[in-house]
């Protein structure tokens, strides 16, 4: 990995832990625009590293919802007993 993206994603992964701390749902746009100042290189690397962070936290979001509701309704069948045996 090349040195921009290893800078990008430690302040990229320091920063969703921040924003999730302080429920601080910007500040990554805050960093974002103070560093372009300097790098638009590593801007960019830390916005593509921010946006992955986000989009892996609402997929498991929803993939942890979806096993609650998988697991209810597989508890459900369980407990429904079967109507296909004819008796």
């Known amino acids: 990995m090349?040195?921009?993206d290893e800078l990008a994603e430690k302040l990229a992964t320091d920063t969703m832990e921040a924003m999730?701390?302080?429920d601080d749902d910007r500040l990554f746009m805050e960093v974002?625009?103070?560093i372009g100042t300097s790098s638009p290189s590593l801007q960019e690397a830390?916005?593509?590293?921010c946006?992955?962070?986000?989009a892996e936290q609402r997929g498991r979001e929803?993939?942890?919802?979806?096993?609650?509701?998988?697991e209810?309704?597989?508890q459900?069948?369980?407990k429904t007993p079967d109507s296909g045996t004819g008796a």
């Open 2 to 4: 090349a040195l921009i």
């Open 20 to 22: 999730r701390k302080y």
């Open 32 to 34: 974002s625009n103070y």
């Open 46 to 49: 830390y916005m593509t590293a």
């Open 51 to 54: 946006r992955l962070h986000m």
């Open 62 to 70: 929803f993939f942890e919802r979806k096993l609650v509701e998988l």
């Open 72 to 74: 209810k309704r597989a």
């Open 76 to 78: 459900a069948a369980a």
